[in-house]
């Protein structure tokens, strides 16, 4: 986000939209891929449960207070694209953690986690570090990434922030091969960089859901300037793909 404390003006209106970003969009409009084998929970579960709600603290969860939607492709792979929810916690104006959902109802599978830092600490990566983050630019630009549900003035200023930043996504659950359980390695994913490259089907799908249009947002953010990719980013643009080999021989696209 270069430091994401420099971009003047934000930041009030960042807060406001961190505020709304959950309670604005309980959006419930995205199902899960799969659907876990096992037997429905018990009495005995369900009132454990319960139970659980009511007397244990949360606080790290409690902390997820930013949600965020967009497309994610498997780094080498880029004809292999899924729907990504994003549910974030802002640890500081450099750096957030996110863990990723493939729906946004209560069965969602956790897919992955993606950490979020501002470009000031990417450029202070070693080199083969970055090769393993991607860019948000095109992500913000094209009005692919969103943040259902908030005021378009704190939409705005939060796409401002996350304009500079730089991901790294790791999916441990691939569910967009409709897998019961999170089988094989993680796998490092990366974003879209230019336009032509996105599903436009998947696309235009999710905004169907959460009626928006990403045309309209691309118009809407044209006075976000486009900052420069930071060297070292993006990796495998320049041929340098990275995967862990996966030992077990599970297939991870399609």
């Known amino acids: 986000m270069g430091a994401i404390h420099t971009i003047p003006g934000v930041r009030a209106a960042c807060a406001t939209a ?3 970003l959950l309670g604005a969009c309980a959006a419930d409009n995205s199902a899960s891929n799969v659907v876990a084998p096992g037997d429905a929970p018990s009495p005995t579960t369900r ?6 709600a009511l007397l ?3 606080p790290p969860v409690e902390a997820l207070n930013a949600y965020l939607d967009g497309f994610h492709f498997y780094n080498g792979h880029m004809d292999a694209q899924m729907e990504a929810h994003h549910y974030c916690a802002i640890l500081n104006e450099e750096v957030i953690q996110c863990v990723i959902y493939d729906g946004n109802r209560k069965d969602a599978k956790l897919m992955g986690v993606e950490y979020i830092i501002s470009e000031r600490l990417f450029s202070g990566l070693p080199k083969a570090e970055q090769a393993l983050w991607h860019s948000h ?26 304009v500079h930043t730089y991901g790294k996504t790791w999916h441990t659950w691939h569910t967009d091969l409709n897998k019961d359980l999170p089988l094989g390695v993680p796998q490092l994913m990366m974003g879209f960089t230019a336009d032509g490259q996105a599903n436009p089907q998947q696309v235009a799908e999710r905004d169907r859901r959460f009626g928006i249009d990403s045309a309209q947002k691309r118009k809407a953010r ?6 420069t990719v930071a060297p070292g980013a993006d990796a495998w643009r320049h041929g340098n793909v990275f995967q862990i080999a996966d030992p077990t021989n599970t297939p991870h696209q399609h």
């Open 137 to 162: 630019v095109h992500e913000v630009k094209s009005g692919q990434l969103i943040a259902p549900g908030i005021p378009e003035v704190a939409e705005h200023a939060l796409m401002e922030k996350l």
């Open 56 to 58: 244990q603290s949360r």
């Open 47 to 52: 009132s454990l449960e319960a139970g659980a």
């Open 18 to 20: 961190v505020a709304l």
């Open 222 to 227: 044209a006075d976000i300037p486009t900052p």
